[in-house]
């Protein structure tokens, strides 16, 4: 009903007037609703001024202009100034403002779908309101909005705010009669005793403003429902002159449409009548309204009652247009409320699906770094086990390089074994026999070592054993492949040696074992070894033929009474 754009009261009035601009414009502002004279006298010293003005300030003026100009009923020409000022200002508290008379404008206008448009961006842009008596505006026009539309539980919920921020009465007056609009509108009977008493205490306080007057039609209202047409006429009729005086048609309107009725129903047919006709009168520019279609229900069941079926079809013709008008107008509200939501469900599913794809994104994101992560993870774990792997060869390799000497060396005395002694001997000979040189075999046998052992023990003949090894060593060459051929006899092979040049490094082996006697291991018992030589140019490059021919000479050396060398000769083979 536009009680809001006439009734702004956004800003309370200021010191007497001066010719400061801020101040002018302050003043005009205080003035705008309640005193209409001296809001147009503002305006013209206002616009004496214009030249001294802020383009800020010039922007305010243009916002009361508009506004002058929309009181005067000449809504297209304010709606595009406004939304230029909310375009241009800097200011968000005057870009708010004019938003919120733009959507009153376009309820003027019938212009629903585009009022819902533009309510949920103004709604969003109230945190930042922090003036008082704008907030109420802006809240004003989302109660009055949402109860056009038919939502009276939101509507509710925004007159509410307003009643809690109300910073003076004719503020809370305001959210009072939000409130018990939505609660009439949807079809209650009367309002609950709280509310009423509140409500009619605030607006009883405002004084004679629009919203006061409309708070006690809607009293009147309630009382109709109720069956107490008395009661509302009295209430009417208390505040009819004011209403007339403040000369707001719509709600002159309302006034002789709802005491047409009451009338009607006390059966005062006259009066019914008096104030039906006003009601169209006033309304004759509305005709789908509301209070239009009441006026010519009431004229039709007078004309009726009276017996005029002329004018009784006549009025009940006119009545049925205005009621369709009036209903398809709530139609068009509930729709165009409909399509508003519908479009702020599908931006918000736009939004969300883009928060969506966002999430996938960064889900994915966060897929790759652990996908990296675990890949990371792979490469050292490769590499520890590659690296065990070569620990564990190496190991392996090392234990079997160990086996290997183990197995190619005697137990007790670390020389070679009988089997890689024989190896490395033929192959020795091998290489002497390719390169034509001379070799020699010498087989060496610890005399009476039985007699070691058993007057002392194993322990002290593995002592004399090692004793006698070393003792050997000493006088050998690098070359030499000396070994272990079993209990106490062990094998030289001399590369590079006749039997004539051998014998010297022999008779110091001899000589080095019976020295070693000396040091008393086997006390009482004489050590010494016998020693038998064959050489390769008697007895060829076979060791094993070397081997036979070598014994046979140490078995002459045994028989010859032991600790002495002997050389092989062809006739020890008969
Ligand atoms: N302590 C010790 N004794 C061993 C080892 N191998 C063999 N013998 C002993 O060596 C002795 C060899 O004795 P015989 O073959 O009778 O020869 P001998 O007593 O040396 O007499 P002749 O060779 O004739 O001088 C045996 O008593 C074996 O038990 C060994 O590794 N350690």
């Keep these: 009903m536009l ?29 705008e609703s309640s005193n209409h004279a001296k809001f147009n006298e503002l305006m013209r010293q206002l616009d004496a001024v214009a030249a001294r003005l802020s383009p800020q300030q010039k922007l305010h003026l243009r916002y009361l202009e508009a506004r002058r ?22 200011d968000p508290v005057l870009a708010f403002r004019a938003i919120a008379t733009v959507i009153d404008l376009m309820v003027a206008e019938s212009r629903y779908e585009e009022a819902f448009a533009k309510l949920n961006p103004l709604l969003e842009q109230l945190p930042k309101i922090k003036e008082p008596g704008v907030r109420i505006q802006g809240l004003g026009v989302a109660a009055q909005l949402y109860i056009e539309a038919g939502q009276y539980d939101v509507s509710t919920h925004y007159a509410d705010q307003m009643i809690r921020e109300s910073p003076d009465t004719q503020s809370a007056c305001k959210g009072w009669f939000y409130k018990s609009d939505a609660l009439f509108e949807s079809g209650s009977a009367q309002l609950p005793a709280d509310q009423l008493h509140d409500g009619a205490e605030a607006c009883a306080k405002a004084g004679d403003t629009l ?36 000369g707001f048609p719509p709600q002159v309107t309302q006034f002789e449409a709802t005491l047409a009725a009451a009338y009607r129903q006390i059966g005062d047919l006259a009066s019914a009548v008096k104030f039906a006709n006003s009601a169209l009168m006033t309304d004759a520019n509305r005709s789908y309204s509301k209070s239009t279609a009441s006026a010519y229900r009431v004229l039709y069941e007078v004309a009726k009652e009276r017996g005029d079926s002329k004018g009784s079809l006549a009025y009940l013709e006119k009545y049925v247009v205005a009621h369709d008008g009036y209903q398809s107008r709530l139609s068009a509200k509930a729709l165009a409320y409909q399509i508003a939501k519908q479009q702020v469900l599908a931006k918000k599913l736009q939004i969300d699906g883009l928060d969506k794809k966002n999430r996938i994104l960064a889900l994915q994101g966060e897929l790759d770094r652990k996908a990296a992560e675990t890949s990371r993870l792979y490469v050292a774990l490769l590499l520890m086990v590659l690296a065990s792997i070569i620990v564990w060869a190496y190991r392996v390799k090392r234990s079997q390089l160990r086996f290997m000497r183990l197995a190619r060396r005697d137990g007790l005395t670390g020389i070679f074994n009988r089997q890689h002694f024989v190896n490395e001997a033929e192959r020795e000979l091998r290489y002497c026999r390719k390169s034509a040189r001379d070799a020699c075999l010498v087989l060496i046998d610890l005399d009476h070592f039985k007699l070691v052992n058993d007057t002392h023990g194993h322990a002290v003949g593995d002592r004399v054993l090692k004793r006698a090894v070393d003792a050997c060593q000493a006088h050998l060459r690098s070359t030499d492949v000396f070994g272990r051929l079993g209990e106490e006899e062990f094998g030289v092979l001399l590369p590079e040696c006749t039997l004539d040049s051998v014998l010297p490094s022999v008779e110091q082996m001899r000589a080095a074992i019976a020295a070693a006697s000396i040091a008393g291991d086997a006390p009482g018992i004489p050590i010494s070894a016998s020693f038998g030589v064959a050489a390769a140019a008697s007895s060829g490059y076979a060791l094993r033929q070397l081997m036979i021919d070598a014994d046979r000479a140490l078995y002459q050396a045994k028989r010859e009474g032991r600790n002495r060398i002997r050389l092989f000769d062809a006739g020890m083979r008969g």
């Design 69 to 90: 100009i929309a009181f005067a009923g000449n809504y297209a020409a304010a709606l595009p100034s406004l939304t230029a000022i909310s375009d241009q200002t800097e």
């Design 211 to 246: 919203f006061s007057l409309s708070f006690r039609h809607l009293l009147a209202g309630f009382d109709m429902r109720r069956g107490r047409p008395e009661s509302a006429i009295r209430v009417l009729q208390a505040n009819y002159p004011k209403v007339l005086q403040a």
């Design 3 to 31: 009680l809001l754009l006439f009734e702004a009261g956004a800003v309370a009035a200021t010191a007497p007037v001066s010719d400061d601009p801020a101040q002018l414009l302050r003043q005009a502002e205080s003035v």
